[in-house]
């Protein structure tokens, strides 16, 4: 059963950087694609970054500039760095992986196992 | 980018049939994911590929596809089902996963 859990600050700083891993346990990192998507309070689920399998990484538009995200497989570890936060970036922030699924021929893109999520507050 | 329109809410009774719709442009031509969220909770894969449920999720959802509408239908609704639900597809032109907007359905 792969397991993720994330971890990290819960309260970070305006303009400071936020950082979080995610630890992936029951399967190798190596194996999927993983995301990592945001809630804010109150609101819908925002995918914001994605690595996959051999290191590939995209990111939403609206924060590619602020983003950064790596993979330590040594660790079974995925990390996601936001930098220079706001009060906007407050927000509950998962990690989810996508299997690499396949139908008809065509790769599908979806999640299948979720972190438990972490709430990560910007302020003063 | 490519907008997922949910409606904000779906209220029905015990027993009966909610169907939550998911509108984009085209979608039939792309395989749509739905999950439910309960509150305070993670969200949870139901359906998949348009129609295939993971090991574990009831019979009772099931999803279609077709034209610029996708649907999640969830039968014989119990008070359990009461969530957030929301679809998701991957927009191939500029590498992203998109979500809906999100439907809550109560349970009368």
């Known amino acids: 059963q792969v397991q993720l859990q994330e971890s990290g600050p819960g309260l970070v700083k305006p303009s400071e950087t936020l950082s979080l891993t995610c630890t992936v346990s029951?399967?190798?990192?190596?194996?999927?694609?993983l995301s990592w998507i945001r809630q804010t309070p109150g609101k819908g689920l925002e995918w914001i970054a994605f690595?996959?399998?051999?290191?590939?990484?995209n990111y939403s538009p609206s924060l590619k500039s602020r983003l950064t995200t790596s993979v330590d497989t040594s660790k079974n570890q995925v990390s996601l760095k936001l930098s220079s936060v706001t009060a906007a970036d407050t927000a509950v922030y998962y990690c989810a992986r996508d299997p690499q699924g396949y139908s008809g021929g065509w790769r599908i893109y979806y999640f299948d196992y979720w972190g438990q999520g972490t709430l990560v507050t910007v302020s003063p | 980018s490519y907008v997922l329109t949910q409606p904000p809410s779906v209220s029905v009774a015990p027993g009966k049939t909610a169907r939550i719709t998911c509108g984009g442009t085209?979608?039939?031509?792309?395989?749509v994911h739905w999950y439910q969220q309960m509150p305070g909770q993670a969200p949870v894969l139901v359906v998949y590929?348009?129609?295939d449920r993971p090991s574990g999720i009831p019979e009772r959802f099931s999803g279609s596809n077709s034209g610029n509408t996708a649907t999640l239908t969830i039968s014989r609704v119990e008070a359990g089902d009461e969530a957030d639900y929301y679809c998701q597809v991957w927009e191939s032109s500029s590498d992203q996963y998109v979500f809906g907007t999100g439907t809550r359905v109560t349970v009368l």
């Open positions: 029951g399967g190798s990192i190596s194996d999927f694609s």
């Open positions: 590929d348009d129609s």
């Open positions: 085209n979608i039939g031509i792309k395989s």
């Open positions: 690595i996959s399998d051999n290191g590939r990484t």
